[in-house]
C-alpha cells in the first residue's frame, strides 16, 4: 500500500464489517449501494488485496480486511477527534454493560480513545454475568451491552456481533500428558464450561476438574500456575499462557458477541463512538 489514504474508503470498510451487509452500511453512511460498492472496489485498489468475500450470507472480511479493520477503525475515530463539535455536556454519561471475558487489555485503548474522542462525557462501565446486566438493560440502567447474544434473551437486534475464536490454553502452550485430562474451567453455569465439556466428551476424552472459579483472573491464574488446561478467549495469552497445538484437543466453537444500543438513544453520536470503539478492539478476536 502507497500513498494517501482516503478516509472514507476506510469508513465504508469499517460500516460493512459491522453489518456484514453492503446494502445496510450504505444506509447508515447515506450512500447508494453503487456507490459504496465503488468505493470498497477502490479501497482494494489501493491495498492491491482482496479485503472482502461475498456469499449468499452476506459480506464477510478476508484475513487482508481483518488486518486492515482495526487501523481503519482507529484513523475514523482519530479523524473524528479532529472535527469541532458543540461542547459535551458534564452531566450526560454513557454507561456500558460489559461481561468480564471481553474486560480484557483492549479496554484501556476503548477508554483511551472514547476519552479523547468526547472528552467532558461521563462513563460508567458495569462488569457483571450476562444474565445480570441483560435483566439491567431491560429496566433502562445500561445504554450499551456487550454479551452473548444466544444468553442475554433480548429480542431486540443488535447494533453488531461477531464469533471470537475459543482456543484451549496452558502454561507454556503444553498439554498435560495425563490420562484423566485435568480441566481448570469457569463455575457453573457457563457455556464455555458446558462447551469444553461437551467437546471432551464427545472425543472419549477422559477429565477430571481440578480448579473452578466464577473469576476471570482466577481462572487464567490458575493456567498460568499450571494447574491443567482450559479455554480463555485468545487475547489473555501472554508469554506464560499460550494455545495448545492444533489437533491436541478437540476444536471448541466460536463464542458469540453482540452489542445492543439502547432504542432510547438511537443516533447518540457518543455511544455511536464508544460501539465502534468496542467493535474496533473486539474484532481483533473474531474467529
Not at 31 to 55: D, F, I, M, V
Not at 69 to 82: D, F, G, K, N
Not at 116 to 129: D, S
Not at 168 to 179: F, H, N, S
Request: proline share 8%; charged share 20%; with cysteine.
Amino acid at each position: 500500500m502507497t500513498g494517501d489514504i482516503d478516509t472514507g474508503l476506510l469508513r465504508a470498510l469499517a460500516a460493512v464489517a459491522r453489518h456484514g451487509s453492503i446494502n445496510r452500511a450504505a444506509a447508515e453512511l447515506g450512500h447508494s449501494q453503487p456507490a459504496l460498492s465503488l468505493q470498497l472496489r477502490k479501497l482494494e485498489r489501493h491495498c492491491g488485496q482482496t479485503l472482502l468475500q461475498r456469499s449468499t450470507r452476506g459480506v464477510t472480511l478476508t484475513p487482508a480486511g481483518q488486518a486492515l479493520l482495526p487501523y481503519a477503525e482507529r484513523i475514523v475515530c482519530l479523524a473524528e477527534q479532529m472535527l469541532p463539535g458543540a461542547p459535551a455536556a458534564a452531566a450526560r454519561s454513557c454507561r456500558v454493560g460489559l461481561i468480564e471475558d471481553v474486560v480484557s487489555r483492549h479496554l484501556p485503548r476503548v477508554l483511551a480513545d472514547f476519552a479523547a474522542a468526547r472528552p467532558g462525557l461521563k462513563l460508567e462501565a458495569r462488569v457483571a454475568p450476562g444474565r445480570e446486566l441483560s435483566a439491567a438493560y431491560r429496566r433502562g440502567e445500561l445504554d450499551l451491552l456487550i454479551a452473548n447474544p444466544r444468553l442475554c434473551g433480548l429480542e431486540q437486534a443488535p447494533a453488531w456481533a461477531m464469533e471470537c475464536a475459543l482456543p484451549w490454553l496452558a502454561a507454556g502452550g503444553v498439554c498435560p500428558d495425563e490420562d484423566e485430562l485435568p480441566l481448570v474451567l469457569f463455575a457453573a453455569p457457563c457455556s464455555w464450561r458446558d462447551a469444553m465439556l461437551q467437546a471432551l466428551q464427545l472425543a472419549g476424552r477422559r477429565h477430571r476438574v481440578v480448579f473452578e472459579s466464577s473469576s476471570l483472573l482466577a481462572v487464567q491464574a490458575a493456567l498460568e500456575a499450571g494447574l491443567g488446561v482450559g479455554a480463555l478467549l485468545p487475547d489473555v495469552a501472554n508469554d506464560a499462557l499460550r494455545p495448545l497445538p492444533p489437533g491436541c484437543l478437540p476444536a471448541l466453537p466460536p463464542v458469540p458477541l453482540a452489542l445492543y444500543r439502547h432504542a432510547g438513544r438511537d443516533g447518540d453520536p457518543e455511544l455511536e463512538t464508544l460501539s465502534r470503539l468496542f467493535f474496533r478492539e473486539l474484532s481483533r478476536l473474531s474467529a
